[in-house]
């Protein structure tokens, strides 16, 4: 495929009339073609209203045709082959097994999105059929559905140039919602980005579509997109990266006449809780356990979402046995590249800082890579008083170093978990005689986290129907919600009833004769779609 170095609105190349920029190769710190032209705000307004004129006719699409044209999309991206992995590596220095294990993913949750779709449950269809003869006053024939929000605005990704980029989750559960998509690609992966807009682009002409249902825009992030968040024609906004950008996009969204929902994924520490019987077994268990918890650090560079940037280990004999595992494991480690000399750059910043900080001592370094921008994986140590009375324990550093606190009872490890902020994960690594003292740790650790996990790591997200992928603030905007699983189309629809509408005005959800043969409840019992029940009955 032909990489123009242009924004894609609405199915047509559109050369931005702003500067250009250029994707780098973070191994080398070389510049790669083809330079990309940035769009202006004037140009940014077609995209937002071809958007706008495409949901009428998206946003009521049958099932079938739907779930048919985001089952294109991930044909289309299988179908670029090795040409996407190469680009890709060469943009994100991510390597290849990983890059080829993420296009899975993203292709695999179009196709999940698409089942979704089919069977419908999503539009979340209640009928409270009239009563006319209730006393003392008649009840109205009630009926509701989910119906989509309107244009979303999505930001891609720096960490995940597929699942979390244009054709990734925000943008795969809100195509699947019945929501247009503007897409603001992100500025270090353009030519991933400019392949796999293509890829959906393809798809929309193939199955004839409005072509505002997806444009793929570069722009910078300080004037395009919050004149993105500000635009009218946006409903709702999809976002993962820094905390300081997700709080910019929060307030633009805030601050407009008709605000809007942001569903930010942001930072999160992901900590993980070792008790004393995880600690009992061998000198090689006790090995392996850091082992295990070294390499969910240093995995992908530590540029994962989930990567455990906390670990509490009881003081003694035991968690001494495992601060020195982890020093062994940490220093046969090198470095890998990280996405972006500047985010090499934040790392470096964030390590001084924590290495700097009062009550904390270097536990174990591993060594530089061979590339640029791949520095040395670290892991610290403090105690728990330390770390509960000093913010900077607390601030995320985004890539391959994490913190361990040694706690003395149970009642200090019940202080630290209260004290964290909201977070994606928390990991339990614990044996059987651990159950009593784990238990009272559950309830607070449902009010930090969006996702509990025992005897395993954070990193590795399934994609599914039970998965959470959230967190209470700052881990995302909105607790209530997740980016990863099924439940993620729930962030872009609304509810709406209609009250006394005749048949022939409803919409087909809603009809007697269930002609998209969607599961129902009526009167609040639960009705299978293969169920010819009356409504009225």
């Not at 994490?402 to 200090?412: A, D, N, P, Q």
Request: with cysteine.
């Amino acid at each position: 495929m032909t990489l123009t170095g242009h924004s894609l609105i609405a199915g047509q190349t559109v050369i931005g009339d702003g500067k250009t920029a250029f994707g780098y190769n973070p191994a080398t710190n070389e510049q790669l073609d083809p330079a990309y032209s940035l769009i202006t705000e004037d140009q940014l307004k077609a995209a937002t209203e071809a958007a706008a004129a495409a949901y009428p006719s998206f946003s009521t699409l049958d099932p079938e045709t739907h779930a048919g044209f985001l089952e294109a999309v991930a044909h289309n991206i299988d179908a670029i082959g090795d040409e996407l992995i190469v680009r890709a590596n060469q943009e994100t220095g991510l390597p290849a097994a990983r890059l080829q294990g993420e296009r899975a993913r993203t292709t695999g949750q179009l196709r999940l999105f698409a089942g979704v779709v089919r069977q419908g449950d999503f539009r979340g269809v209640r009928i409270d059929p009239a009563i006319p003869d209730r006393t003392p006053l008649p009840r109205a024939d009630i009926r509701q559905r989910q119906i989509p929000l309107g244009p979303v605005a999505v930001f891609g990704a720096s960490n995940f140039p597929f699942a979390f980029s244009t054709a990734g989750g925000d943008t795969a559960s809100a195509l699947a919602a019945g929501c247009p998509v503007v897409f603001k690609a992100h500025n270090a992966h353009p030519g991933t980005s400019e392949l796999v807009g293509q890829a959906v682009t393809k798809a929309v002409q193939d199955f004839g579509l409005h072509p505002g249902v997806f444009s793929l825009i570069y722009g910078p992030g300080a004037s395009i997109g919050q004149a993105l968040v500000a635009d009218p024609h946006i409903k709702a906004v999809g976002f993962t990266g820094s905390q300081a950008a997700g709080i910019a996009l929060m307030r633009t969204a805030a601050g407009r006449r008709e605000p809007i929902p942001v569903y930010a994924e942001m930072s999160s520490l992901n900590p993980v809780f070792v008790f004393e019987g995880a600690l009992k077994g061998s000198d090689e268990q006790i090995d392996a356990l850091a082992q295990r918890y070294v390499t969910a650090v240093t995995g992908s560079s530590g540029q994962l979402c989930t990567s455990p940037g906390l670990l509490f280990a009881p003081e003694g004999e035991a968690g001494d046995k495992l601060a020195a595992a982890v020093a062994r494991a940490v220093s046969a480690c090198a470095g890998q590249t990280m996405l972006t000399e500047g985010i090499a750059g934040s790392w470096n910043q964030g390590t001084q800082n924590l290495g700097a900080a009062t009550g904390v001592e270097l536990i174990g370094q591993g060594t530089e890579g061979p590339t640029k921008n791949a520095p040395a994986p670290t892991i610290f140590g403090t105690q728990v008083r330390d770390f509960v009375s000093n913010h900077v324990l607390h601030e995320e550093i985004f890539g391959a170093a994490s913190l361990v606190i040694r706690y003395g009872s149970v009642k200090e490890l019940l202080e630290a978990a209260t004290r964290i902020e909201g977070q994606l994960t928390a990991s339990l690594q614990l044996t059987e005689e651990d159950y009593p003292t784990a238990a009272p740790l559950i309830p607070v650790l449902e009010q930090k986290v969006g996702r509990i996990i025992v005897n395993g790591w954070p990193t590795g997200v399934e994609v599914g129907h039970a998965m959470v992928h959230g967190g209470p603030f700052p881990a995302t905007s909105d607790s209530r919600t997740t980016s990863v699983g099924t439940l993620a189309i729930n962030r872009f629809l609304r509810p709406v009833a209609y009250q006394n509408i005749p048949q022939e005005l409803l919409p087909q959800p809603l009809q007697d004769t269930n002609p998209w043969h969607l599961n129902r409840r009526i009167n609040g019992d639960f009705i299978p779609a293969a169920e010819k029940a009356e409504v009225g009955a």
